[in-house]
């Protein structure tokens, strides 16, 4: 069955980066879009970056408040979704969660705002705190 799992998660310091992973089975990955969410304490979730799949040039999606911070990328062999996140904040502190859709040629930020994603993985808190 399909299966996404996050990693990378933890404590940091305001600057601080960390590596957020998101590692899937069960489907075609590169016929997917991918993308990264997040929910912060008494907020609701928002989607913040994404990657097309193959087959729609790989495309990337940043939420204004993180472009030139975070970067999305992708490993094909090992059906692995990263999110570098570098100069964090502690308004960057949330769960983060990876979400799945199979997506052949649409591009992967039509889905965000209405988080139209099919699967989803228990999310990795990120705390930015001195």
């Known amino acids: 069955q399909v299966q996404l799992v996050e990693s990378g998660g933890g404590l940091v310091q305001p600057g601080g980066s960390l590596r957020l992973s998101c590692a899937t089975s069960?489907?075609?990955?590169?016929?997917?879009?991918i993308g990264w969410f997040r929910q912060a304490p008494g907020k609701e979730r928002e989607g913040i970056s994404c990657?097309?799949?193959?087959?729609?040039?790989?495309?990337?999606y940043y939420k204004d408040s993180i472009k030139g911070r975070f970067t999305i990328s992708k490993d094909s062999a090992s059906s692995t979704v990263f999110l570098q996140m570098d100069n964090l904040k502690p308004e960057d502190t949330a769960i983060y969660y990876c979400?799945?859709?199979?997506?052949?040629?649409?591009?992967?930020?039509?889905?965000?705002?209405?988080?139209?994603?099919?699967?989803w993985g228990q999310g990795t808190q990120v705390t930015v705190s001195s």
């Open positions: 069960g489907f075609i990955f590169d016929n997917y879009a």
């Open positions: 979400a799945a859709r199979p997506e052949l040629f649409r591009l992967c930020l039509l889905f965000i705002p209405r988080m139209e994603y099919d699967y």
């Open positions: 990657i097309s799949s193959n087959s729609s040039g790989g495309d990337t």
